[in-house]
């Protein structure tokens, strides 16, 4: 270190300075959270009768983004639709960010036999067309929401382990590391706490990568008509249907369509943002 | 040696009437991050460089040295600023065009970095890194001359193989590349260079090597030379004048010969005694309380005031200007006049040479090393034999040295004592435990404390938690875990105020305490100290030495000390084991081998350490086996 400019480590950092778009991000998720939890009680809006009365009609007092092609509210299918657009992305991004992390981070440290094998498992998964075998297993399954999400959470894995792999060796080269065998700590210990602790903002913003990916996977797979049940408020499947009354209401597919893109920004965002801050507040090192 | 070509058309006529090379006056250097706190890197600094002349500028780390350099080429980072006024040949740079700035890099300015292995290109071949710099006239010649030239630049760097032209900078060693970077570095012909560090990363050997060859160089072609460097003893060696450069600002300027004979400055005078004497082993070793302060902490006060022995309120209340004391000397201590006769008594009295240590019984060793041999395989090459057959002991509460360059398997060998590599053949034993024998029981006897302080320590956890850690994975009851850490903490010397900081937070001598603490919680016999100080400035290394004498005397521990310096050595160990090509060539008394060394290769490592009086000794193959 010597010679080398020494960046100011002795004080607190400065207090934390939030950017605008992480502030919207954040509220925005925030809302769709709310939406999720507490939608039901304060929407009494019927999401799936049909009113042939008032089909696809434009915004109005009585319904904030008009109707659809059967006459539903869109903006009480929106809100609904909350819940099946977070579960199935989070239970995707959660199983990618647990196993990278047992599996990955162990691959790493061990080296060897172990980490021969994983990452052949993980080349042979990169080598199948991931939303295609989605496609034709949800397809021939029969399966709606639930085979959909289950099938992308394990095609999901591969990239998260190679990854984390990754970040793992190179902390475990690291002097700390060795310094840790050195005192006697057990090698659990130094893979989860002092490793997967250190290679914590790759694996958060990884995490929110799985997430925004899952949540278009599943509104393609939707929109595709796999998935979630035709019927079902869910954005993906708003999308196809409400395309019928493009010309009489175009928020019907319109407003799923962009909360889908806002979601996944705003994830992304959020992960990113993340991602920098742990990572500067170690000093850069 | 080519006749450098901007000599003629370069320099003015030599008579010294004209402005001098670099004027620098008022200098600041702020940082000012898009989202944080401002911060002052240098407040105010004045310097001169004349014709032909060279300067050294002497710093700790954070002392603002490196931006300096920087500012002088307008290379600051993004987000650092610089005010005041930096003239070259009486033209201002800071306010200078982008254009006409470019195109003084290279002709008038030019650095030299610290680390030649990151400072070339890996994909550029040595020769093509010179052509680049070529001044535009000859730029435009046939590839066959342009090579010639470039070899031509090669043997002006001492580098007399053609080939090295063809070669990629991986192909070479450290020393080599620095050679390189310097003979590209000079291809422009430079008015001036500005060296930052150029042999801190070099084995001792080579960093003399290159220190000769910047002054031969310089002499040669008559170019100004500044010389940035945390070492005096390096300064001294090739320096006409130097600038002691504290937490931003100039605190003494004075010349070489001068400023050895006598500091005038209570820093200068701290920093000459705390780089440990080769020739007398002093115990304690004189050292600086604390460390260096950010310089916009220190405003309106003299820097140095919180770790001088000397002040007084008077230094306190204003920031005191840097005055001239003599002939051609400035000092900014405001009480120089009084304390200058207390100045020259502080420094004989410090320095006095202590007895050497007792002789220790080497029937009862803990470590004991026979015929230890390593081997590395490499994957269809020629296996490289770090280690060929090592033998060495080491007495209950003594301290052993084991002094050689990189590449000679000191290392090695330290990784092999504490179980992180396995020995092809040949016997370990510490404390009468075989080494193979299950890890868990080995650690309890030997300990290491590494290098580096920046990376031996998990930057997400506190320093605190780290200790207590190393205690519950060796089996301290839960309810003293607490007890524990802070006397741990308290044996090396750390405030308990510590233990909720994470490592970012500390500086590199906090560190090493902790990670000396965190050995100690082992509670081991023997520990294995691999170039513990060698990564710390001047004044913090002399800390940490005494702190390892200290606790050898009240803990009864003994000490392997792994490292290249041998002044080092000289104060904190008794006996010597030179380790050269994996091998132990000579070992003994430390007295006997630095006084009377017998081993060419310690007669060469003693002749190479800077200010030591240049002997003859005939040229040795690299420390580095061949493959």
Known sequence: ?285 | MPPPSGLEEGLPSPSRSGPPLLEVTGLEIVHRPKNGAQRTILAGVDLEVGLGETIGIVGESGSGKSMLAKAVARLLPREVHAGGSVRFRGTELLTMRKRQMDALRGSGVTILYQDPFTMLNPLLRCGDHIIEGLPGGTRRGRRRALRDEAVRRLAEVGIDNPDVVNSYPFELSGGMRQRVALAAALASDPALLVADEPSTALDVTTQAEVLELLRSTQVARGMGLVLITHDLRVAFSVCARVYVLYAGSVLESAPANELDREPLHPYSLGLLVSDPPVDRRVSPLPMIEGSVPSPGDVTNQCNFAARCAWAEDVCRSAAPPLVTVGPARKSACVRISEIRPALGRARAELLQASPPPAPVDLTDAVLRVRDLRKVFAHRGGRPTEALRGVSLDVGRNESVGLVGESGSGKTTLARCLVGLETPTSGTIEIAGLEVGAPAAKLHKTVQIVFQDPYSSLDPRQTVGSSVRETLRANGCARGRLDERVAELFAEVGLSSSYLRRLPARLSGGERQRVAIARALAVEPELIICDEPVSALDVSVQAQVLNLFTELRERLGLSYLFITHDLAVVRQVVDRIYVCYRGEIVEHGTVDKILDAPEHAYTARLIASIPGATASSARPLPAPMIPR
């Open chain 1, 1 to 285: 270190m010597i010679g080398g400019l020494a960046l100011p480590v002795g004080r607190r950092t400065s207090r934390l300075r939030v950017p605008v778009t992480i502030v919207v991000s954040s509220v925005f998720i925030l809302a769709v959270v709310v939406g999720a939890i507490a939608g039901p009680t304060f929407i009494h809006t019927s999401t799936s009768a049909p009113n042939p009365l008032s089909v696809g009609t434009m915004p109005s007092h009585a319904h904030l983004f008009g109707t659809d092609e059967l006459g539903r509210d869109v903006f009480a299918r929106l809100v609904a639709g909350t819940t099946t657009a977070l579960t199935g992305p989070l239970i995707i991004a959660i199983s990618g960010f647990a196993v990278s992390a047992l599996v990955g981070v162990a691959a790493g440290y061990f080296g060897g036999a172990l980490d021969a094998v994983t990452m052949r498992f993980v080349d042979f998964m990169f080598a199948l067309p991931a939303l295609l075998l989605a496609i034709v297993i949800v397809t021939v399954v029969q399966g709606g929401y639930w085979i959909a999400v289950l099938v992308l959470a394990v095609l999901n894995v591969q990239g998260d382990i190679r990854l984390v792999r990754g970040a793992a060796l190179e902390q475990r080269n690291l002097v700390y590391v060795e310094a840790a065998r050195v005192t006697g700590i057990s090698r659990f210990s130094i893979m989860y706490r002092h490793i997967a602790r250190n290679i914590l903002p790759i694996l958060l913003a990884d995490f929110a990568t799985d997430f925004a990916g899952a949540l278009v996977a599943l509104a393609g797979l939707a929109f595709l008509g796999l998935g979630a049940e035709p019927g079902t408020p869910d954005w993906g499947l708003m999308l196809t249907e409400g395309q019928t009354v493009l010309f009489e209401n175009p928020f019907a597919a319109l407003a799923p369509g962009i909360a889908i893109v806002l979601l996944a920004v705003s994830v992304n965002l959020i992960g990113d943002w993340l991602y920098e801050r742990r990572a500067s507040a170690i000093g850069g090192r």
